[in-house]
C-alpha cells in the first residue's frame, strides 16, 4: 500500500473550493459556510507524495491519491478514539429521509434536518466500520461533507437534529473534512493549527 504525504493547502484556494462545493447545499453545508472561521485554523491534505503544489492546490485535480479514502477512515478512527468529547456528522446530501429511514446505516447512526440525511457517531458509535459506511454514504464524487465537534449533542428519540443543532456543530468544529481531487482526496482543515 503507497503512503500518503501530509501537504499543507494554500488557505485562498481551499475557501474558494469551500464556497463553491457548498453553496447552495444541505443545511449542514450552510451552517459551515455561516458559522465557521477558518482564520482560526489551517488547510492540509493527504495525497500521493510527489505532487506539484500548483496540483494539489487545484481541488479538481485527478489521479494525486491512493486509497484516500481507508486512509482517512482509519485517521478519523484515531481521532474519535481519542476524545470521547467529540462526535463526527456525515451528511448524505442525494438522499431523502422516507428513503432512508430503513436502511441499515440510517437504523445505526441515521438523524434527519427537514428530508435531509445525516449520520452522527458519537461515543461508541464511532466504531471504524461505522466510518468506513458513514465515508462511503456521504461520497456523491462532487461532495462529502464531515464534521468532527466538540458539542455535546443529545439524540432524540425521532432521531430529528434542529438547525440550531447544527449550527451549534458548526460553531464547535475541531476539523472540517470536504471531498475534492474527483473524489480522490479531501481537504480538511483543522482549527488552532
Not at 39 to 44: H, I, Q, Y
Not at 86 to 106: G, H, Q
Not at 148 to 155: A, D, E, F, L
Request: aromatic share 12%.
Amino acid at each position: 500500500m503507497e503512503v500518503l504525504f501530509k501537504y499543507s493547502l494554500n488557505n485562498n484556494a481551499a475557501l474558494k473550493y469551500i464556497d463553491w462545493n457548498l453553496a447552495n447545499g444541505n443545511a449542514l453545508c450552510n451552517c459551515v459556510l455561516n458559522n465557521v472561521c477558518f482564520e482560526n485554523g489551517s488547510f492540509f491534505t493527504y495525497l500521493k507524495e510527489g505532487l506539484t503544489e500548483e496540483k494539489v492546490n487545484n481541488f479538481f485535480s485527478i489521479h494525486v491519491g491512493v486509497n484516500t479514502k481507508e486512509m482517512i477512515g482509519k485517521w478519523l478512527h484515531e481521532v474519535g478514539a481519542k476524545d470521547n468529547s467529540l462526535i463526527l456528522i456525515f451528511d448524505e446530501d442525494d438522499a431523502r429521509v422516507e428513503e432512508s429511514i430503513k436502511e441499515e446505516l440510517f437504523c445505526r447512526v441515521g438523524a434527519y434536518h427537514g428530508d435531509e440525511v445525516f449520520y452522527l457517531l458519537e461515543n461508541n458509535s464511532k466504531s471504524l466500520k461505522n466510518i468506513r459506511d458513514c465515508l462511503q454514504a456521504s461520497d456523491i464524487i462532487w461532495h462529502s461533507l464531515c464534521i468532527v465537534s466538540k458539542y455535546s449533542y443529545k439524540k432524540n428519540e425521532s432521531r430529528s437534529i434542529s438547525k440550531e443543532e447544527l449550527e451549534d456543530i458548526a460553531k464547535n468544529a475541531e476539523m472540517i473534512l470536504l471531498l475534492a481531487y474527483d473524489a480522490e482526496g479531501y481537504i480538511i482543515w483543522q482549527k488552532g493549527v
